[in-house]
């Protein structure tokens, strides 16, 4: 008899598990509290473009869908840092070809939920889970149109419904799962730059763009119809924070004094401004990520984290695999897969986050540093000589398949000894030199 599968949750995790368990040959519904995305229109506002990277696409080509994802995916080969001058300086992600992906979340989601749809899963929308028996994998829903509920049981129940999700609160309030939910001070709002006439990019559409301004920063990455799809991320609180920035004058003021040449190519600004959201970022811990053999979580439910790295949704997405691989090695055995499910992948959650926000202090103080670029030059060249001693962790994160909590462990003993590197006398004239390339072999 077929597995039946119950997902809360239709957007991009959601899908591709849905995908991943009706390649299984499991029965497959997904229940989403929101309206059909394929019937409203989709407005900018509150969103942060995707990056996807080595481990999303892995995760994507398993079920056969990473060709039509890469359709709507725009290649970023680099870093382009933009100073207060307008000066341009750039930075590779990796080797030469080597690029991360821009992608769209609304499109790339409509798309998932399409390919799951056209696979076999059936989709209920408007739908709010407001119960469940988390033993058994039951769940109650509510329609917001006609206030029905309706009582769905299944083999298994996965929670894959974001950041505040309802299956984890159900999992902490009935069994008691550990849970921290923490806010950092740092808020977030979208902003957009559009196409120039004729449809053609303002910016260079293979990079992320980033204007790095201590405390705060824009990011910019490319969209298929010219525009770029932009973030500023700024404290809560004090000067220079979204707190303090009200009026017309007081945007355009602090706009045109740090970051002229992006309001030079953003002419409607301030009605963005007011038009767009506040929003704000937050991690989320909790453990165990299952209930015996009744339901489990998976995406941000279990490990959300803040955007800096560009990791959130290839992290959810290596959790689909994952599961995958595990329901093959138990031979569908649901306790014994979840219980090493919650044990493998916890660490890579808190992996994940750590290395986020390791990477937000790196992205908004260091990326306009020159010591901080000249350090990712000695790594570069370190690693392609001895490419069996080092991998950047940039590279280990985005373009393998390494563990993030192994990649955050390597990264953090590779940060202390560039220290001990960059702290060498005259190290801007000799750092090409053999004596360099030797004296970090022997720090290896």
């Given at each position: 008899?077929?597995?039946?599968?119950?997902?809360?949750?239709?957007?991009?995790?959601?899908?591709?598990?849905?995908?991943?368990?009706?390649k299984r040959g499991y029965k497959v519904s997904i229940f989403e509290r929101r309206k059909d995305l394929r019937s409203e229109i989709i407005t900018a506002g509150k969103s942060i473009n995707l990056a996807l990277s080595k481990r999303g696409w892995t995760a994507l080509e398993k079920v056969g869908v990473d060709k039509e994802v890469l359709k709507i995916a725009?290649?970023?080969?680099?870093?382009?840092?933009?100073?207060?001058?307008g000066n341009l300086s750039e930075q590779l992600y990796g080797n030469q070809g080597q690029a991360i992906y821009s992608v769209s979340r609304a499109g790339l989601n409509l798309l998932m939920m399409e390919m799951a749809e056209k696979k076999g899963a059936s989709l209920y929308f408007n739908e709010r889970c407001?119960?469940?028996?988390?033993a058994n994998g039951e769940a109650v829903?509510?329609?917001?149109?006609?206030?029905?509920?309706?009582?769905?049981?299944?083999?298994?129940?996965?929670?894959?419904?974001?950041?505040f999700s309802v299956i984890r609160k159900e999992m902490v309030d009935k069994y008691n799962h550990e849970y921290n939910y923490n806010q950092i001070e740092h808020d977030y709002k979208e902003l957009m730059i559009p196409s120039g006439e004729g449809g053609e990019y303002l910016l260079?559409?293979?990079?992320?763009?980033?204007?790095?301004?201590?405390?705060?920063?824009?990011?910019?990455?490319?969209?298929l119809d010219g525009s770029f799809t932009c973030t500023l991320f700024a404290p809560k609180k004090g000067k220079n924070s979204f707190e303090v920035l009200n009026t017309k004058e007081e945007v355009e003021h602090y706009f045109t004094s740090i970051f002229p040449d992006f309001i030079a190519i953003v002419p409607n600004l301030y009605q963005q401004w007011n038009a767009n959201p506040t929003s704000g970022l937050g991690i989320v811990r909790t453990y165990p990520w299952h209930v015996k053999d009744g339901s489990l979580l998976i995406g941000d439910a279990a490990h959300a984290t803040v955007p800096f790295y560009g990791q959130g949704m290839n992290a959810g997405f290596e959790d689909c695999r994952i599961l995958d691989e595990l329901l093959d090695k138990h031979e569908d055995n649901l306790e014994t897969c979840l219980e090493e499910y919650s044990k493998s992948r916890k660490p890579n959650g808190d992996g994940v986050q750590d290395l986020s926000m390791h990477n937000f202090v790196e992205m908004r103080d260091k990326t306009a540093d020159p010591k901080f670029l000249l350090q990712k030059e000695i790594e570069k060249k370190f690693a392609n000589l001895f490419p069996d001693k080092w991998v950047p962790l940039?590279?280990?994160?985005?373009?393998?398949?390494?563990?993030?909590?192994?990649?955050?462990?390597?990264?953090?003993?590779q940060e202390k000894l560039m220290q001990s590197i960059m702290s060498t006398p005259n190290i801007e004239q000799i750092w090409e030199s053999d004596e360099i390339m030797e004296r970090m072999c022997s720090l290896v």
């Open positions: 008899m077929k597995k039946e599968i119950t997902i809360v949750g239709a957007g991009l995790v959601g899908s591709l598990c849905a995908l991943y368990m009706l725009i290649p970023m080969y680099k870093r382009v840092m933009h100073d207060k001058q407001i119960d469940a028996d988390l829903f509510e329609n917001a149109n006609t206030q029905k509920t309706q009582r769905v049981p299944s083999d298994l129940l996965i929670g894959a419904d974001g950041t260079d559409k293979n990079a992320l763009h980033i204007w790095p301004r201590g405390e705060f920063m824009v990011i910019a990455l490319a969209n940039y590279s280990m994160v985005s373009f393998t398949n390494t563990p993030y909590s192994e990649a955050w462990k390597v990264g953090m003993k």
